[in-house]
């Protein structure tokens, strides 16, 4: 595999937001994948682990949300647990936490409490309900949320239960990137005004607002309240995937009529198909196109529409997707310390952005962020180191 962007873990990158100083408080999920992602544009993003977890069951060095990261143990619980991370929000740009509602007052690490040591602090908070509303103090995950949106609802075959993005939608879209765009808005806002604030960012929110499109084009009749109906939900025979000969899939995306003719011309259908725009014939067209890709296989389609503006493309798996040569080429993904995962996403011209470390294990930075960050009360009298001896 081609790694256009392959690092080392001493490659310097600092990225636009080199300078910026991020505690996150740990968790799983998207609070972590947003924490990522400050950290891969150059933040030195500090991760507070609590002893024992929490964790993704698997082995931490293989945990790629936790990269360009470093970390540091407090027991939150402990008599001093609090003040040692107020000693590190009084010196952040941002703090990330993804508690329930009330429990990092009740910790002592709530928005007031930073707010006393540092008023210009962004706090960003990281839920699936929100701060507020019937169900926010509800346990909850990715399916829940999506579900009450309506987002959930629109994905997969209309006589088939709905299809699970797996947390992608929920989780990353509806909850880290907005998380990610409120705290840089507000770190903005503070650098501005010198004011700090509280960015609620709720899963349920971010998930709404991804369809703001589709609720304009269901206002507007364009758009069926169902699932497999529309143009961009499956029920286009022009949009959507297509078993092959040998079992795997292509994806077809050509809506606009000159690549639809490109489409059908290569995909051999000739004078068969009937008029694109013939709604009631959709189902025709459908049958005719899934028996045009069943005669060949993934690869000799692949080989067929590859040189063509038909907007057809192959359906990868997470194995195969880092070895397609355009994605090989550009980098979009990379190696590091033998582990393969996405390079860090957008790019700019002039504060370029990398893998700079792997996964960052519990506790293992304690001394290196004390000293960086002029906080001497995080590290525990116990592991302190032991004075020079004077002979």
């Not at 947003?34 to 698997?58: E, H, N, S």
């Not at 995909?267 to 189902?283: C, E, N």
């Amino acid at each position: 595999m081609t790694t256009a962007r392959t690092t080392t873990g001493n490659t310097p990158s600092p990225g636009p937001l080199a300078g910026v100083r991020v505690v996150e408080l740990a968790g799983i999920g998207p609070g972590p994948f947003a924490a990522m992602l400050l950290a891969d544009l150059g933040a030195d993003v500090v991760r507070v682990d609590r002893p024992g977890g929490p964790g993704l069951g698997i082995d931490p060095e293989y945990d790629v949300t936790n990269r360009n990261k470093r970390s540091v143990v407090v027991d939150l619980k402990a008599a001093d647990g609090a003040d040692r991370v107020l000693d590190l929000a009084a010196r952040a740009d941002v703090l990330i936490e993804g508690y329930r509602p009330g429990v990092a007052e009740r910790l002592g690490v709530g928005p007031d409490a930073c707010h006393a040591r540092n008023p210009r602090l962004v706090y960003g908070r990281m839920t699936g309900w929100g701060q507020q509303g019937p169900l926010a103090h509800r346990a909850g995950h990715d399916i829940a949320y999506i579900a009450l949106t309506g987002t959930l609802g629109l994905i997969g075959a209309p006589d088939e239960p709905p299809a699970v993005p797996a947390n992608l939608l929920g989780d990353y879209a509806g909850g880290s990137l907005y998380l990610v765009v409120g705290v840089l808005a507000a770190l903005h806002h503070a650098r501005a005004t010198g004011t700090g604030q509280v960015v609620d960012a709720a899963i349920v929110d971010g998930a709404a607002h991804l369809s703001a499109m589709i609720h304009g084009m269901l206002a507007a009749g364009g758009w069926q309240d169902r699932r497999g109906a529309n143009l961009l939900d499956g029920g286009c025979p022009f949009y959507g995937t297509y078993e092959t000969a040998d079992g795997q899939y292509m994806a077809v995306g050509a809506l606009e009529p000159q690549f639809y003719d490109v489409f059908t011309d290569l995909l051999g259908l000739g004078d068969q198909a009937p008029p694109r725009h013939d709604i009631t014939r959709w189902d025709e067209l459908r049958a005719l196109v899934a028996a045009r890709f069943k005669a060949r296989t993934r690869d000799e389609w692949t080989a067929v529409f590859e040189s063509s503006d038909a907007c057809v493309a192959p359906v990868l798996s997470l194995r195969e997707a880092p070895h397609h040569p355009h994605l090989a080429a550009r980098g979009t993904f990379t190696d590091h310390g033998g582990l393969t995962q996405p390079a860090p996403a957008p790019r700019f011209s002039a504060t370029p952005t990398a893998v700079r470390t792997g996964p960052a294990r519990p506790g293992t930075d304690t001394e290196s962020v004390a000293r960086d960050w002029d906080v001497p009360r995080l590290v525990p009298p116990s592991a302190a180191p032991e004075p020079p001896n004077p002979q």
